[in-house]
């Protein structure tokens, strides 16, 4: 069974940072682009960051640029975001995913963590 499971969640305080790690359950990661997404309460889920198979490119939301790192070890078949300076808009539900190498949009992340809340006190 493909699963992705993220941690590191809870409540932290306004300019803090967090570390959440994604760890996924089969052999062939390394073949995946990897990307984190997160939707507020009363929001659509949005696109936060993304990391290619490779671990040589990434790309973030003009929100997070700047405050927010995507990593990944595939010998560890875990993928990383680290938050820092976080402010209040960041509450959120955090989700890793998970697409096929070569495929070219959101739309195609086809493996999904369930989710785990991230609460910045305001």
């Known amino acids: 069974q493909l699963q992705l499971v993220e941690s590191g969640g809870g409540l932290v305080q306004l300019g803090g940072s967090l570390g959440l790690p994604c760890a996924a359950s089969?052999?062939?990661?390394?073949?995946?682009?990897m990307g984190w997404f997160r939707q507020a309460p009363g929001k659509e889920r949005e696109f936060v960051a993304a990391?290619?198979?490779?671990?040589?490119?990434?790309s973030y939301a003009d929100s997070v640029k700047g405050r927010f790192t995507i990593s990944r070890d595939n010998a560890k078949n875990t993928v990383y975001l680290q938050m820092n300076r976080l402010r209040s808009e960041d509450t959120a539900v955090y989700y890793c995913a998970a697409r096929p190498r070569g495929t070219v949009t959101n739309a195609d992340y086809a493996y999904w963590g369930q989710g785990t809340q991230v609460t910045v006190s305001s």
């Open positions: 990391i290619t198979w490779s671990g040589d490119s990434t």
């Open positions: 089969w052999r062939t990661f390394r073949l995946y682009t």
